[in-house]
């Protein structure tokens, strides 16, 4: 396959995506499109607000735990880590491995992900550093050398397995389990529940970065198909839905408005949506994990955890699983 075929491939199954997404109930757009360069920024500012405690109290937590990790784990690993993003805490761990053999960090900002292997390269020259730009939540091959002597440890850090509805978050796991064989292990953060007003905040801060995150999906989306939506014409919000315990993060509509995408792609017709004044685009869920959750989560996917810790105010759950 040329490379021009492969990016209309590529074009077309987002094409095909947003439109599904668009024209369900409720309307949605993936959460990848919110991750262009602009988005990565904008995500790295959010982890710096005072509003947002899953970062700095994951960090916190893998500060006092890493050491235990590193023992757990053996020496010579492989490491494998989904979402890195700017890596600080893929740092903290390589750091608390014995002489770690590999490390392939994977996400889908390629520009971050490339900066942030340089970086890896500089400090562990003896190390092997694979950075796959790659979309995740879609079929991807992970390179052999992963299979290879040494544990290889999966790092899913972030709650982001919370970004996945549960059927998938099941999916995703038993799907790493099967890349790593019997003997890999994984290393999850996962957000708990709690007060309605500390969650809310968090993805509604006072500075409007997360507003100005959300409506990027947006930007991202005329970039990529074509699109004229008016990322202004849209309010961000972030409520609680305690039933289905998760966040769901969405755009509503100010106005009555008409938005056209119109990709580059032969024999495509152009695809145009009329929203209503107040209709929402679910643009992102965050679900929220209790002890009971997490666990039935992690076993209906073929993993067993072996240790857990929490911060102080149990706002955050830090896990080390095995198979079986």
Request: one cysteine or more; glycine letters at 8%; charged letters at 30%.
């Amino acid at each position: 396959m040329n490379s021009e075929v492969a990016v209309d491939a590529r074009v077309r199954a987002l094409f095909d995506e947003v439109k599904d997404g668009l024209t369900g109930s409720p309307r949605s757009l993936p959460p990848k499109l919110f991750y262009d360069a602009r988005g990565a920024r904008l995500f790295e500012e959010i982890t710096r607000l005072p509003e947002y405690y899953p970062t700095r109290t994951e960090i916190g937590i893998l500060e006092r735990c890493l050491g235990e990790v590193g023992e757990l784990v053996g020496p010579g690993a492989r490491l494998v880590e989904f979402g890195s993003g700017s890596g600080e805490k893929t740092w903290k761990l390589l750091d608390a491995l014995e002489r770690p053999a590999t490390c392939v960090p994977i996400d889908i900002s390629a520009e971050q992900l490339f900066a942030f292997a340089d970086r890896i390269r500089a400090a562990h020259p003896e190390m092997e550093v694979i950075p796959l730009a790659a979309d995740y939540t879609r079929p991807f091959r992970l390179p052999p050398s992963i299979r290879e002597e040494g544990t290889t440890l999966f790092f899913f850090p972030g709650s982001t397995v919370g970004n996945f509805e549960p059927e998938e978050a099941r999916e995703f796991l038993a799907n790493m389990g099967q890349a790593g064989g019997p003997d890999c292990a994984l290393l999850l953060g996962a957000d708990r529940v709690k007060e309605r007003e500390v969650l809310e905040r968090a993805y509604d801060d006072a500075a409007g970065v997360t507003a100005a995150f959300n409506r990027n999906a947006l930007r991202n989306l005329n970039g990529l198909l074509g699109g004229d939506f008016d990322p202004e014409g849209f309010e961000h919000r972030a409520p609680w839905v305690p039933e289905a315990s998760r966040i769901e993060m969405r755009l509503v509509s100010r106005r009555e408005q008409v938005a056209t995408l119109a990709p580059d792609l032969p024999d495509t017709e152009p695809f145009r949506i009329r929203l209503a004044e107040g209709e929402a685009i679910v643009t992102e869920h965050s679900y929220k994990f209790t002890d009971e959750r997490i666990d039935a989560l992690c076993r209906a996917a073929g993993w067993r955890i072996v240790r857990s810790w929490t911060d102080e105010r149990d706002w955050f759950g830090v896990h080390y699983l095995v198979r079986g």
